[in-house]
């Protein structure tokens, strides 16, 4: 394959059922969306599988609607398990970086932005193994705008890091509904 190429798969409109719910009493819609889910996963282990001499990226935004559900949760550990093997890094975008559970062990590097309020904060600030009162953390974290996180490395270390992506990936990676040109 010549150059870089990118493939976008989007699913507007999953609805997928709540942690726990017994699979009998899925309704009609959410049957549609689990086994759409399991296409989706289906086809991104197939394109991170192919030639491992090559990097691949799978980017999932809203990862929220993956943990929602056992299906989800399994295709999460699956890429992020054989991600390293395949020569693939998964990046997980999430509002909360506690719903990452018991995949938290897996991933390696945390960027942990904004939070509205200090209990956000600080359920995020321990879930990257942080204590949120030292030196104010959780509270100075519902500071943070514009790019301004705290970041955990593949070496566990944490700090604050400002991120300042140029104006045209910001656009590139605009999800704000009711934009023009949506």
């Not at 394109?47 to 935004?61: A, E, P, Q």
Request: glycine share 10%; hydrophobic share 45%.
């Amino acid at each position: 394959m010549d150059g870089p190429s990118l493939i976008t798969i989007r699913t507007p409109g999953l609805v997928l059922p709540e942690p726990g719910t017994e699979r009998a009493a899925y309704t009609r819609t959410e049957r549609v969306s689990v086994a759409t889910l399991a296409l989706v996963a289906a086809l991104a282990l197939r394109l991170i599988s192919g030639d491992r001499s090559r990097h691949k990226l799978v980017l999932l935004d809203e990862a929220w609607a993956l943990f929602a559900s056992s299906q989800g949760r399994a295709l999460l550990n699956r890429l992020v398990r054989l991600g390293r093997a395949f020569n693939a890094t998964i990046l997980l975008v999430t509002q909360r970086v506690e719903d990452l559970g018991e995949l938290s062990q897996l991933v390696g590097v945390v960027c942990l932005f904004g939070q509205d309020s200090v209990r956000a904060a600080a359920a995020g600030i321990e879930a990257i193994g942080l204590d949120p009162e030292e030196g104010g953390l959780a509270r100075r974290m519902t500071e943070f705008r514009r790019g301004r996180c705290l970041m955990r490395d593949l070496e566990g270390r944490v700090g604050e890091v400002q991120v300042d992506p140029s104006p045209e990936l910001l656009e590139a990676l605009d999800t704000t509904p009711g934009e023009a040109g949506r």
